[in-house]
């Protein structure tokens, strides 16, 4: 399934492939007279699956960025039961009541960097792109990766890169960025880029740069503090047998996901209905390989 959302200027077209679609929707168990929330609803391939699946089912759809809003709307635009709240998804519950829900059947959370993100312009998540060091999310909030870049100390700089990116040359990298910002600020995800190749070697097909930047977005867009506090609040939203599914797709998301269900399922709240996450598989792999990586994890609601 593929979704090609053009904006009304017509400079964006995207083509949207959602991740372990099949599996989403099987898992989640869409029925007609089900409440769901996909709360990173993003281009909507997900949610247009649930509402296909199950007819007269009421879909609540939430992203904090304004683009995803807008593509989901023009997607499911034939759908009647639906509602679009531009949040986080950390705030799924205070959308949720604002409908005049209390409860729902299941919840979609699937994190992290998005088609949308990588490929519209301007936005500053690729390091393959001469752009703004932005990735925002939401592109109303202050913070930016260049605000990161520029200001933050090379301790904490280089904190971030190891906490959140994994990255073992984190301390080089740091100094390397704040060597070369002494003289100038670094304005471009290009420039950052070049910054790390200069400081690391490229390790197989890795970009050097990858794990920077993949650090510098989650702390711009507070990924695993919201990721932590969506799925406490979704399971309060959850009737019960209600269905939390996350898709994570690296292994401090997964972490997360996986320590928490085990948390929910200690204090009886939850069933693990995944012992193991599900992935894709090699056909998925091969037709959309940026999904390899991701893992699907679902709990019941006792």
């Given amino acids: 399934m593929a979704f090609n959302p053009v904006s009304s200027s017509g400079q964006m077209n995207i083509e949207h492939v959602p991740v372990l679609l099949r599996e989403v929707v099987e898992m989640i168990r869409p029925k007609r007279d089900g409440i769901y929330v996909d709360a990173t609803i993003g281009l909507g391939g997900h949610a247009e699956a649930i509402l296909q699946h199950a007819g007269g089912c009421t879909l609540i759809g939430i992203d904090r960025d304004d683009m995803a809003i807008e593509a989901s709307k023009s997607r499911l635009k034939e759908y009647r039961n639906t509602c679009f709240a531009k949040d986080r998804f950390s705030n799924m519950k205070t959308v949720v009541n604002s409908f005049g829900y209390e409860r729902v059947n299941g919840?979609?959370?699937d994190i992290g960097v998005s088609t949308l993100h990588l490929?519209?312009?301007?936005?500053?998540?690729s390091f393959?792109?001469?752009?703004?060091?932005?990735?925002r999310m939401d592109q109303g909030q202050r913070l930016t990766a260049a605000e990161v870049v520029n200001s933050y100390s090379e301790k904490n700089l280089a904190a971030i890169v190891w906490q959140y990116g994994e990255e073992?040359?984190?301390?080089?990298?740091a100094r390397g960025i704040v060597n070369?910002?002494?003289?100038?600020?670094?304005k471009s995800c290009r420039e950052l880029a070049g910054i790390i190749e200069n400081m690391i070697r490229r390790r197989g097909r890795i970009?050097?740069?990858?794990?920077?930047?993949?650090?510098?977005?989650?702390?711009v867009n507070r990924e695993l503090e919201?990721?932590?506090?969506?799925?406490?609040?979704?399971?309060?939203?959850l009737k019960t047998e209600g269905r939390l599914c996350v898709l994570s797709y690296h292994s401090l998301e997964d972490r997360i996901v996986k320590n928490a269900f085990k948390k929910l399922a200690k204090e009886g709240l939850f069933y693990i209905i995944t012992k193991k996450p599900l992935s894709p598989g090699p056909e998925e792999r091969k037709l959309n390989p940026s999904s390899r990586s991701a893992k699907l994890r679902v709990g019941e609601r006792t």
């Fill in 107 to 109: 919840i979609l959370l």
């Fill in 119 to 125: 490929k519209s312009e301007g936005r500053g998540f």
């Fill in 128 to 135: 393959l792109k001469d752009e703004p060091l932005d990735m």
């Fill in 168 to 173: 073992r040359f984190s301390r080089k990298i």
């Fill in 180 to 186: 070369v910002r002494r003289k100038k600020p670094i």
């Fill in 207 to 219: 970009h050097p740069a990858t794990r920077t930047f993949q650090a510098l977005r989650i702390e």
């Fill in 226 to 237: 919201e990721l932590t506090e969506a799925i406490d609040t979704g399971v309060e939203l």
